[in-house]
């Protein structure tokens, strides 16, 4: 369903210095895959994640999601893309602080346009996979990280988006919470079929996932 061709990244500094991030990265993911990209900080996992979410340009190569091209759309297209198409869950939570649990869930059913009885339903079935039923109406503020990081990821499937992209999701956590939430993943990967591919340099974290690319110095090995 994604498919990278020949993608060059280069990040430029100043005039003559520049990064070359990411080295002629092919690279193919299938529908329902669990994926993790690994290596050692700096070898460019977010780099790669940014670009297949189009939340950064790439600077040669094409990348498809289901045999469209979509690296070289306009900013507005792109956009409909991830509002449409792609789910995200980042390490610092970017949960809205003044909305309860209940409505960071539905955030972007509701910018999509989903009716009041199609999110409850879909909030509630969430919440009692993510066991944050309890939690609806308080604030983000109130949870611990690891609820915290649940409704980050209930908030990016909620749509059911084709792909989760993921960046260090368990960064925050401790051991138990990084468990559990590989787990939620996981069952939602199997029960959902949603595709998942996520960043973690976490050995113990890398292990459950279905598939490890391992990147280093800006290639895949
Ligand atoms: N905005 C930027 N401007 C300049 N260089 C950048 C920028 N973003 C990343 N880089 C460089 O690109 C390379 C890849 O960085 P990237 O953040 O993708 O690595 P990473 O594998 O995600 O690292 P970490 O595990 O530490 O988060 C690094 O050399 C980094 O310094």
Redesign the pocket.
């Known amino acids: 369903m994604i498919k990278l061709k020949n993608v060059e990244k280069y990040?430029y500094?100043g005039e003559e210095r520049e990064?070359h991030?990411l080295k002629n990265i092919n690279l193919e993911i299938q529908k329902g895959e669990f994926s993790v990209l690994t290596?050692?900080?700096?070898?460019?996992?977010?780099?790669?994640l940014n670009a297949i979410g189009l939340l950064d340009n790439i600077s040669e190569g094409e990348i498809y999601l289901n045999d469209k091209e979509i690296a070289h759309l306009s900013d507005a297209q792109k956009t409909q893309i991830r509002l449409n198409e792609m789910g995200f869950v980042f390490q610092a939570y970017n949960l809205i602080p003044v909305l309860s649990v209940k409505e960071n869930i539905a955030f972007i059913m509701r910018l999509q346009g989903f009716s009041n009885l199609d999110i409850d339903n879909r909030v509630n079935e969430l919440a009692e996979m993510l066991e944050i039923k309890n939690k609806l109406d308080t604030l983000p503020s109130l949870l611990s990280g690891g609820q915290q990081q649940r409704v980050a990821v209930a908030r990016a499937v909620a749509t059911k988006p084709k792909i989760i992209l993921a960046d260090?999701p368990t960064a925050n956590l401790d051991h138990k919470n990084s468990e559990s939430l590989m787990n939620m993943m996981r069952q939602l990967n199997e029960k959902e079929g949603v595709t998942i591919l996520f960043?973690s340099?976490d050995d113990y974290v890398v292990e459950l996932a279905k598939r490890v690319i391992h990147?280093k110095d800006?290639k895949i090995l």
């Open positions: 990040f500094k990064v991030a290596g050692s900080s700096g070898c460019g996992k977010t780099t790669l260090e960043a340099h990147l800006g």
